[in-house]
């Protein structure tokens, strides 16, 4: 069965940096989109990035130019570097995709201190 298991959360100051990791299992990982979310406390869900199984990749502009999104497909795991934290970018990051149907992992919690 499809399983998303994301890891890397923590706690970091302002302007710091962290790496998360989604490993994926139960697909064929290569050929899928992959895709992260976040969901800040008393926000909507939001889409932050995403990369396809060419690696093309696409941000959201509050994130443009501070994360990166990458793809190990020997690893079947997707990555998000995050550069530059803001507190507002406090939230749980999700890692999702679509295969006839969607597909969450249960979220890591980044906490970004001021």
């Known amino acids: 069965q499809v399983q998303l298991v994301e890891s890397g959360g923590g706690l970091v100051q302002a302007g710091g940096s962290r790496r998360l990791s989604c490993a994926a299992s139960?697909?064929?990982?290569?050929?899928?989109?992959m895709r992260w979310y976040r969901q800040a406390p008393g926000k909507q869900r939001e889409f932050v990035a995403f990369?396809?199984?060419?690696?093309?990749?696409n941000y959201a502009d509050s994130v443009k130019g501070r994360f990166t999104i990458s793809r190990d497909n020997a690893k079947n795991t997707v990555y998000l570097q995050m550069n530059s934290l803001k507190p507002e970018d406090t939230a749980v990051y999700y890692c999702?995709?679509?295969?006839?149907?969607?597909?969450w992992g249960q979220g890591t919690q980044v906490t970004v201190s001021s």
């Open positions: 999702y995709t679509f295969l006839l149907s969607t597909y």
């Open positions: 990369i396809t199984g060419g690696g093309s990749t």
């Open positions: 139960g697909f064929t990982f290569s050929i899928n989109t």
